[in-house]
């Protein structure tokens, strides 16, 4: 075996003890599994000391930040990324496995990820998303782009046939969490870019997320969780634009358009981290 077919897996995790085993139980075959961790208080790294991971820990520098530093971990050119709430297909594994045997022919592959939905799972006739994982480091590593920080590759890319499985979104609630946190995460990212958007954004562009989510990806072929997640999808989006208006009306009337008689709380406004207004 040559190091050109040896890889390298490298993830990230914080209290991920419900779903590490299944993600590492899919990839304990690779080379070298390489885990780094923020500090978890459950029961992370005892399951990842069990499928004898490479462990670090380092508190949380960010998505981009903390996927670097953990690539830089690897000791192999060939690597793939997976989150903690991921897992690998056996599908997959075998197709991964053939490809890294024979010598991989580009310098990336995107694979497509299948998600949980709430209560089932992708109808595999859905359009998914792909995604690069799959990729030789002396090649690309992971962008800045805060929140879904991913890799990015210089040269060749194809694309993989069988899926991962994603079950990061196991109930209505956790996703409608998730679309929060993360569109604060890209207003933060928009103001250092100082893009602003425009206020007719909110008015148009969620409607057409939502035909795009429901239509187009053939989110309707998952029946009431297709519908439920285009919906949530398309507030998303809405949200990421409502943040950022809302940011720069802050920024220009403070507490002015307030009753004079009307106290304001302390620490009403809380400001975006980096804000650079």
């Not at 299948?114 to 359009?127: D, G, K, V």
């Not at 956790?174 to 008015?203: C, H």
């Amino acid at each position: 075996m040559t190091d050109r077919s040896r890889l390298s897996v490298f993830i990230t995790t914080y209290n991920n003890g419900r779903t590490l085993t299944a993600c590492l139980d899919s990839i304990q075959w690779a080379d070298e599994i390489v885990v780094l961790d923020s500090f978890s208080t459950d029961d992370t790294l005892a399951i990842a000391q069990r499928y004898g991971a490479k462990i670090a820990q380092h508190k949380f520098m960010g998505y981009g930040a903390q996927k670097r530093r953990a690539l830089a971990m690897t000791t192999h050119n060939w690597v793939l990324l997976l989150d903690a709430d991921e897992a690998l297909s056996p599908s997959l594994q075998v197709e991964i496995r053939q490809l890294l045997q024979d010598g991989p022919g580009m310098d990336g592959y995107e694979i497509p990820r299948q998600e949980q939905m709430f209560w089932r799972m992708y109808n595999p006739a859905t359009r998914m998303n792909y995604y690069l994982r799959l990729f030789d480091k002396r090649r690309g590593g992971i962008d800045d782009v805060p929140i879904h920080a991913a890799p990015k590759v210089q040269g060749h890319i194809t694309r993989l046939k069988a899926p991962f499985y994603h079950y990061g979104e196991t109930d209505i609630h956790t996703k409608v969490e998730k679309i929060n946190a993360y569109s604060t995460g890209l207003v933060v990212d928009k103001l250092k870019k100082q893009r602003w958007g425009i206020p007719l954004i909110m008015v148009f562009y969620p409607p057409l997320f939502f035909i795009r989510s429901y239509l187009f990806k053939r989110n309707f072929l998952n029946g009431w969780a297709g519908f439920i997640n285009s919906v949530i999808a398309a507030f998303y989006v809405f949200l990421k634009y409502a943040k950022l208006y809302e940011h720069r009306q802050f920024a220009k009337y403070g507490t002015r358009l307030l009753p004079d008689d009307a106290p304001p709380l302390p620490n009403e406004r809380q400001p975006y981290p980096d804000d650079p207004s």
